[in-house]
Structure formats: C-alpha cells, structure tokens
C-alpha cells in the first residue's frame, strides 16, 4: 500500500510558499487553514486600526505609540482573527462546499470535525480574553461589546447587500480600543479613526468580493460587489475617499504634523493605486490589490507613529 497524498496543502487564495505551510505537520494543517494562518493579511488588516489608534494616541501625548500596547495587538489580532475565521467556517460550512474557492477549507472537505474546529475556537478566544483582560476596565468592557458585531457577521450575506459594512463594524474595533487602552476612555479622534477604518474596510472587503461574485450568485450569497456590479470602481473609489478624509480629521485633532501628513498623503496615494487597478480585474488581479491592504494600513500607522516619535 501507498501513503495517502497531503490533503490540500494550500487553499486558492493562500500563498503556497509560505513558511507556515512548509512547516505545518500534515495533522496541524486543517486547524491552520481554519485560522487563516497560512493567509497572514486578515490578522494585518485587523491589526492595522489597532496600531493607528495606538500611534494616534501616542501622538496626543506627544510620543510614540505605546510598544507593549503595539505587541498585546499584535497577539490579539492573530487569535481574534482565527477565532472569527474558524466561526466563520462553522457557520458557513455548507455554503463554501457551493463555492469554488472554499469548497477545500477544512470543514467542507471533511478533513476536520465540527467538533475538533469548535474546541479550536475555544482555545483562540481564550488567548484573545487573556490579552484583553491586560488593558484597563474601560477597554475590556469596550472589547466586550464588540462580540455582538462579530458574532452577526459571518450571517449577514444571508439578509442584506452590505455584509461589508457588518465586516466595517468589526474590523475597525481596534481603532477605539488602541486608543482607550491609553486613556481609559474614547474621545473624537478615535472615533473619527474608527468611521475611517470602517470606510476603508467596505472598499477593500469589495475588492476582495470581486472574486467570487460569479458563485456568490448561483449560491444566493449577498455582497457590495454584486451589489455594485459595474459601478464597483466608483463605489470602491468613494468608500476610499471617505476613508482618507475622515483619517485625515483624526491626525489633525489629535495632534497632526508634518511626518503624519507625509504619511497620510501616501497612505491616500496608495488608495488611489487600488481603485486603478479594479477596473475589470480577474479574480487574480483582485486578490493582489486587496492584500496590498496591509501596505495602506501599516503606511498610516508608520506615519503617525513616526510623527509622535520624531516630531
């Protein structure tokens, strides 16, 4: 007898020659895919809101971002990330056996069980509660309340065109809590950081819809991308343009800055790249341009918290 194949060892939309697929055991390989692991730019784009308000917050005090705030992110992001992936994957099992992209994740192909991929949630979400249990009261109770905005979200593209926006909710958390990890509290500038990640996160989310937009229609799952059709280069264009207006309001009132406007003007330039290269772009195309995501966010935070250290 032969032994059998390794099982998927990459998903579509994962890179193949990532270090974390070559070094990932065949038997850890599933709850790698369900964490998303192997696909890095979903903790980044969850991290990157988080480390803007940290900067952004740093830079009212005039200083740097807090560093140890930047690394109990840094770990929040990955766990929280999978934690929603795998509950994500729970939820959607059925749907992604229809969809020629997710039809070999772990659940829909069979190579994990519903049960094994819930104990794996468990023990995610419990590495995100020791990290926000590290923060002050005010920012626990504030991590506490995003859970309802995360748990809706994986069911949204059953009941509306904007599952976007539900992703907007929760992805741009990290905008009030890297700030009220600092001050115990919420004040303009976040909130403006907030509703400027939330923009941004509809125009990348869309983007990255583009790829299935042909499947999503036979299986009836709902998104801006459908929902925009031909118009989606504008639509993405405008999300962005709010996006960088409302990031621009947030660095001026907590401090602004030469270096921080530096920044924005790139992170803006950046934005302007993308909606370019949407313009009836392939699957693959699509994919290249969402991912470049993680440069936007991190070019804003780099600004910011350059400002505060050098300004």
């Given at each position: 007898?032969?032994?059998?194949?390794?099982?998927?060892?990459?998903?579509?939309?994962?890179?193949?020659?990532?270090?974390?697929?070559?070094?990932?055991?065949?038997?850890?390989?599933?709850?790698?895919?369900?964490?998303?692991?192997?696909?890095?730019?979903?903790?980044?784009?969850?991290?990157?809101p988080c480390w803007q308000a940290t900067a952004l917050a740093?830079?009212?005090?005039?200083?740097?971002?807090?560093?140890?705030?930047?690394?109990?992110?840094?770990?929040?992001?990955?766990?929280?990330?999978?934690?929603?992936?795998?509950?994500?994957?729970?939820?959607?099992?059925?749907?992604?056996?229809?969809?020629?992209?997710?039809?070999?994740?772990?659940?829909?192909?069979?190579?994990?069980?519903?049960?094994?991929?819930?104990?794996?949630?468990?023990?995610?979400?419990?590495?995100?509660?020791?990290?926000?249990?590290?923060?002050?009261?005010?920012?626990?109770?504030?991590?506490?309340?995003?859970?309802?905005?995360?748990?809706?979200?994986?069911?949204?593209?059953?009941?509306?065109?904007?599952?976007?926006?539900?992703?907007?909710?929760?992805?741009?958390?990290?905008?009030?809590?890297?700030?009220?990890?600092?001050?115990?509290?919420?004040?303009a500038a976040p909130i403006l950081l907030y509703l400027s990640?939330?923009?941004?996160?509809?125009?990348?989310?869309?983007?990255?819809?583009?790829?299935?937009?042909?499947?999503?229609?036979?299986?009836?799952?709902?998104?801006?991308?459908?929902?925009?059709?031909?118009?989606?280069?504008?639509?993405?264009?405008?999300?962005?343009a709010a996006s960088a207006a409302l990031a621009f309001a947030?660095?001026?009132?907590?401090?602004?800055?030469?270096?921080?406007?530096?920044?924005?003007?790139?992170?803006?330039?950046?934005?302007?790249?993308?909606?370019?290269?949407?313009?009836?772009?392939?699957?693959?195309?699509?994919?290249?341009?969402?991912?470049?995501?993680?440069?936007?966010?991190?070019?804003?935070?780099?600004?910011?918290?350059?400002?505060?250290?050098?300004?």
């Amino acid at each position: 007898m032969t032994a059998a194949p390794r099982p998927a060892a990459s998903l579509p939309d994962a890179r193949p020659a990532s270090l974390v697929l070559r070094l990932t055991p065949d038997f850890a390989l599933p709850f790698v895919q369900l964490a998303r692991l192997d696909r890095p730019i979903g903790w980044q784009l969850l991290l990157a809101p988080c480390w803007q308000a940290t900067a952004l917050a740093g830079l009212a005090l005039h200083r740097g971002p807090n560093l140890w705030h930047v690394l109990l992110f840094l770990i929040g992001a990955i766990a929280m990330r999978g934690a929603g992936c795998t509950y994500n994957d729970i939820l959607d099992r059925k749907l992604d056996a229809a969809v020629e992209r997710t039809r070999n994740r772990p659940l829909p192909a069979g190579r994990v069980t519903i049960g094994a991929a819930a104990a794996f949630l468990v023990a995610q979400a419990l590495v995100g509660l020791a990290v926000l249990l590290s923060f002050n009261r005010f920012s626990i109770w504030l991590g506490v309340a995003s859970l309802g905005v995360v748990a809706i979200y994986p069911l949204m593209k059953r009941v509306t065109s904007w599952p976007q926006a539900a992703l907007g909710l929760a992805f741009s958390w990290g905008a009030l809590m890297g700030w009220s990890a600092t001050f115990a509290s919420l004040a303009a500038a976040p909130i403006l950081l907030y509703l400027s990640a939330f923009a941004w996160t509809i125009g990348y989310d869309t983007i990255y819809a583009l790829q299935d937009a042909r499947d999503d229609a036979i299986v009836g799952i709902r998104s801006t991308a459908r929902l925009f059709g031909p118009r989606a280069q504008l639509a993405v264009g405008l999300f962005y343009a709010a996006s960088a207006a409302l990031a621009f309001a947030a660095i001026e009132l907590a401090g602004g800055g030469a270096i921080a406007l530096i920044g924005w003007l790139v992170f803006c330039s950046h934005l302007a790249w993308q909606v370019m290269r949407i313009e009836g772009a392939d699957p693959a195309t699509a994919l290249r341009v969402f991912r470049s995501n993680r440069d936007a966010g991190f070019i804003l935070f780099a600004g910011i918290a350059l400002e505060g250290w050098l300004g």
